[in-house]
């Protein structure tokens, strides 16, 4: 099938570093390595010039499989889901780009989504194709999402996550936990679980610890805010589903469910603020979300 122009898109560049393997040349090598991606369709791209090396030179689907060659390759989707609601740039400097982001739009792109990404769209709307997540967030959750500006600097504020040098609060609305004493701390170790895009507690030294405050106590559904102290994919969905209270909208924990025939449902989960030492001044820096769950009352029980 030929995939019209309209749909490619730099942000979806791939990379891959050839392997050993018996092709004479790249389609052939190609076409085994993807098999979901026909013969025609890589084809296609080849004589489109949407299969180049590593400096950005379109490579020709005869020439050689060479061993150790870098190639880079161009992701296209069509039907892309549109997705709904708007992200906002919070703040903008030389170094750092701290955007909000509403449920449902992913982080970068994966899967079904190459435009309708935070990063596709904040390139649109800056220009700026130095633009890189310092983090992630899930699909379903909203709020604060830090971006370095330019490559000079990355680094240095890399560090702060690989270090644990940034704080970040989170909130949350989940179920009652009326038994419990608040603030408390989840620790526990956190590896992959089934089907493997989920998280599971297991035995052993713990490697995820988890702050959690009560901030209003009213009715079926209460608001919590919640201090990660380490970044585990799925954290604080896992914790809060351990102690009884699975955040709603939740469809992994504690439990896989279905779709919904209300459709997809927002995770009550916002990535409500960020706050560091500076490591290039030193000077210390804050951020806060634009965007509010629900009030407690507004949310069903369900």
């Known amino acids: 099938m030929h995939t019209s122009d309209s749909l490619f898109d730099p942000l979806a560049a791939s990379r891959l570093q050839l392997a050993a393997g018996p092709w004479e040349c790249l389609l052939d090598g190609l076409c085994v ?35 150790g060659l870098e190639i880079r390759y161009y992701r296209e989707v069509a039907d892309e889901p549109v997705v709904g609601g708007i992200e906002s740039i919070v703040h903008i400097d030389e170094d750092l780009l701290v955007a909000d982001k509403p449920h449902f739009l992913p982080v970068t792109p994966a899967g079904a989504y190459v435009r309708e990404t935070l990063l596709a769209r904040l390139v649109a709307r800056t220009g700026n194709r ?54 408390l701390e989840r620790h526990s170790r956190l590896v992959p679980g089934e089907p493997f895009f989920r998280m599971a507690e297991a035995a052993g030294s713990p490697n995820a610890s988890t702050r959690i405050e009560l901030i209003e106590s009213q009715g079926h559904v209460w608001r919590y805010r919640l201090h990660p102290h380490s970044g585990r994919k799925h954290q604080l969905r896992v914790h809060m589903a351990a102690l009884g209270a699975p955040i ?10 279905g779709p919904s025939a209300a459709g997809p449902q927002p995770l009550q989960l916002l990535a409500q603020g960020l706050a560091f030492a500076d490591p290039l001044s030193g000077r210390p820096r804050a951020f806060t979300s634009g965007l509010r769950l629900p009030a407690s009352a507004e949310i069903a029980e369900s």
């Open 33 to 67: 390595r993807f098999p979901r991606i026909d013969r025609a369709q890589w084809l296609d791209r080849f004589a489109r010039g949407r299969v180049q090396d590593a400096q950005g030179r379109a490579l020709a689907a005869t020439d050689p499989w060479q061993v």
């Open 130 to 183: 130095d633009l890189v997540p310092l983090h992630r967030l899930d699909r379903l959750t909203a709020g604060l999402v830090l971006f370095s500006t330019r490559p000079a600097s990355r680094d240095a504020y890399q560090r702060l996550f690989r270090e644990r040098r940034i704080q970040k609060v989170y909130e949350a609305l989940a179920p009652p936990l009326p038994g419990q004493v608040f603030p």
């Open 248 to 257: 709603l909208g939740d469809d992994l924990y504690p439990a896989l469910r």
